[in-house]
T-cell receptor, first 111, second 111 residues
Framework: NAGVTQTPKFRILKIGQSMTLQCTQD?????MYWYRQDPGMGLKLIYY???????DKGEVPNGYNVSRSTTEDFPLRLELAAPSQTSVYFC??????????FGSGTRLTVV | RKEVEQDPGPFNVPEGATVAFNCTYS??????FFWYRQDCRKEPKLLMS???SGNEDGRFTAQLNRASQYISLLIRDSKLSDSATYLC????????????FGKGTMLLVSP
């Protein structure tokens, strides 16, 4: 039981490049989330999903896209990377009524 | 008023001390409450849920005061390994699919 797995762990992108951050969970959780955390700051919700085929915007969705074709996978797509997207990205999942389980994060630098 | 507010600290305490953190939340309909621990550059991890009657897990005690809309975390006999940021997390009520995170309280335990 791996929990929530995020790949890659680190990435450096050039301005204008695109990439997909992968997130997979093996706990059969319906709810999945993407957060970003800037240095010294709190978690900000980017997108979330309450089940396969359903996604919704969070607090800071601009510059990102998501899809949820299966229960297990919730990839986050960055189009046209900008320096403001330099951050640590955490994926999380939970069953309907309990706390989150987080992945170990992806550290992204846009230069 | 912010949805979930915490004193950012840092709280500097010696080993063996008792320390307490409070967190206030804005929505009186909030239903679920959690404390998470986040080590530097790591993902948040669930420390404990907070129940209406209060609950204890070893050296950690959590309390909920619905009338005043705050939750607390008490740590007894602090260890060096308790040094971390403690996040207060609240489900704002029925119909909310996401949890709301406070920005965290930093604890530094010194020898």
């Amino acid at each position: 039981n791996a929990g929530v797995t995020q790949t890659p762990k680190f990435r450096i992108l050039k301005i204008g490049q695109s990439m997909t951050l992968q997130c997979t969970q093996d706990m059969n959780h319906n709810y999945m989330y993407w957060y970003r955390q800037d240095p010294g700051m709190g978690l900000k919700l980017i997108y979330y999903s309450v089940g396969a085929g359903i996604t919704d915007k969070g607090e800071v969705p601009n510059g990102y896209n998501v899809s949820r074709s299966t229960t297990e996978d919730f990839p986050l797509r960055l189009e046209l990377a900008a320096p403001s997207q330099t951050s640590v990205y955490f994926c999380a999942s939970r069953p309907s009524a309990y706390g989150y389980t987080f992945g170990s994060g992806t550290r992204l630098t846009v230069v | 008023r912010k949805e979930v507010e915490q004193d950012p600290g840092p709280f500097n305490v010696p080993e063996g001390a008792t320390v307490a953190f409070n967190c206030t939340y804005s929505n009186s309909a909030s239903q679920s409450f959690f404390w998470y621990r986040q080590d530097c550059r790591k993902e948040p991890k669930l420390l404990m849920s907070v129940y209406s009657s209060g609950n204890e897990d070893g050296r950690f005690t959590a309390q909920l005061n619905r009338a005043s809309q705050y939750i607390s975390l008490l740590i007894r006999d602090s260890k060096l390994s308790d040094s971390a940021t403690y996040l207060c997390v609240v489900n704002m009520g029925e119909g909310y699919s996401t949890l709301t995170f406070g920005k965290g309280t930093m604890l530094l335990v010194s020898p």
